[in-house]
């Protein structure tokens, strides 16, 4: 003997929707939750190679500003004091390069970042250079990798933003101080005081570039 309930469907058929009221509503919070924890994840990945792309031109402002005193002819300061200031100038270049390198994507950039860093050590390994004819060809060939460095760094298509327009425009002065340097005879005084001028140039480039890193 059947005995039917007429309710008896509409009962589950009721229960079966509100289950999958319910489920919708969960696995909609929960695919919320990881599409927010996505972008805060990339928001915070971003903000994070920002703050080492600005450290990292800093580090390069501060090195050219450094190494920029110790090209200058000083009567304040003894030679060996201005050969440390050159020395550790060039370090703190290299190292900020080698940095901003770690936060960029174009291959140019890349490249240009590591053959400026290349070229600061080898201008350090030419200062500590004990034989003058190495280390005044050392100091060139590292002068010269700078300007290819800087010179394939300089973005030249496409409509760049405010930013992106001042720190191409401190990349440009940048690379005119180091052909400056590069014709430099520091042998003469004429020749150092051009060298001089050549480094701060680089530096006022280097310093307009660090501000404009976001």
């Known amino acids: 003997m059947n005995l039917n309930n007429p309710n008896g469907s509409d009962n589950k058929e009721e229960h079966r929707t509100s289950m999958d009221k319910w489920n919708k509503l969960m696995f909609r919070s929960k695919n919320e939750k990881r599409y927010v924890s996505n972008s805060n994840n990339k928001s915070s990945s971003s903000s994070e190679t920002n703050i ?40 703190l270049q290299a190292g900020g390069s080698a940095i901003v390198v770690e936060t960029e994507n174009a291959v140019l950039d890349v490249v240009g970042g590591q053959l400026s860093a290349i070229g600061n ?19 060139k060939q590292g002068t010269l990798l700078q300007v290819v460095g800087v010179g394939i760094t300089i973005n030249t298509e496409g409509e760049l933003t405010l930013l992106q327009t001042i720190a191409n425009t401190g990349n440009i002065i940048q690379l005119i101080g180091n052909v400056i340097e590069v014709f430099a005879d520091t042998n003469t005084s004429e020749g150092e005081v051009m060298n001089a001028v050549g480094a701060w140039i680089q530096t006022v480039g280097a310093v307009i570039t660090a501000l404009a890193s976001d």
């Open 52 to 91: 080492t792309a600005v450290a990292g031109n800093w580090i390069v402002a501060i090195g050219t500003i450094v190494s920029a005193i110790g090209s200058t002819p000083s009567t304040f300061f003894t030679q060996q004091t201005l050969t440390d200031f050159n020395v550790i100038g060039n370090i």
């Open 121 to 139: 050590l080898a201008v350090v390994a030419g200062i500590l250079s004990e034989n003058e004819q190495s280390s005044q060809l050392l100091q």
